[in-house]
């Protein structure tokens, strides 16, 4: 079964400042990876998609690492502001097929607040 | 742009009550997910229907949950008896296909608390 761990679970920086969040997963055979953000009682919003076939995705000031091999992705945030605050989530999905080719699997989420 | 929609954005009912989402796709979209996200975790997947087929409900606790999508378009979640634990956030998402290089697009979800 997959499973999908992000680290931190909290993280709080000053403004302008660059970050790091971390996702790692147990299941290598994954067809790709996603980030999203989910603001507080909200839906989620997609970010970055990484197919297995890369090693990275870049938008704006975003940029999303994948080593499926090593069972590992990082979001890197360059100059973080406080409109980043919100939680970031990554999600799998399975490189197989039958039923279970839609599903995603979530890690926990780290909760990012970037003070002014 | 075309979104995703949920209807109640907020409900709060008592233990043993029933209660219903409902979830409006994207136009044209044949996957329709059903995902449940209890405060701190990641969401997790309750349903996944292809039209008007469910396709996986393996996570779905059978005993209190039903979904359906009887014309292949929007679909509607139940919850009968509702239990404290299933207060969560219940989010709905729909792809073009249920081919895994099609994105899923989320709506804004349900906030369920149960008292």
């Known amino acids: 079964k997959q499973e999908v761990t992000q680290i931190p679970a909290a993280l709080s920086v000053p403004e302008g400042e660059n970050l790091v969040l971390n996702c790692s997963f147990t299941?290598?055979?994954?067809?790709?990876l996603q980030w999203f953000r989910q603001d507080p009682g909200k839906g989620l919003t997609s970010l970055l998609l990484i197919q297995s076939s890369q090693r990275e995705q870049t938008s704006g000031r975003l940029n999303a690492s994948l080593d499926k091999s090593s069972g590992r992705s990082t979001l890197y945030i360059a100059a973080s502001q406080p409109g980043d605050s919100a939680t970031y989530l990554c999600a799998v999905r399975p490189d197989a097929g039958g039923t279970s080719y839609g599903k995603l699997t979530f890690g926990q989420g780290t909760i990012l607040t970037v003070h002014p | 742009e075309a979104e995703v929609a949920q209807s109640p954005r907020y409900k709060i009912t008592e233990k043993s009550q029933a209660v219903a989402f409902w979830c409006d796709p994207i136009?044209?979209?044949?996957?329709l997910y059903w995902y449940r996200q209890i405060l701190g975790q990641g969401p997790e997947l309750l349903v996944q229907f292809q039209d008007e087929s469910v396709v996986d409900d393996s996570q779905l606790p059978k005993d209190r949950f039903s979904a359906e999508r009887l014309k292949g378009v929007d679909s509607t979640l139940k919850i009968q008896p509702a239990e404290l634990g299933d207060s969560a956030m219940y989010l709905c998402?729909?792809?073009?296909?249920?081919?895994?290089?099609?994105?899923?697009?989320f709506g804004p979800g349900t906030r369920l608390t149960v008292t």
């Open positions: 136009s044209g979209h044949a996957t």
């Open positions: 299941d290598s055979a994954i067809y790709n």
């Open positions: 998402a729909s792809s073009y296909s249920p081919l895994l290089s099609y994105e899923q697009y």
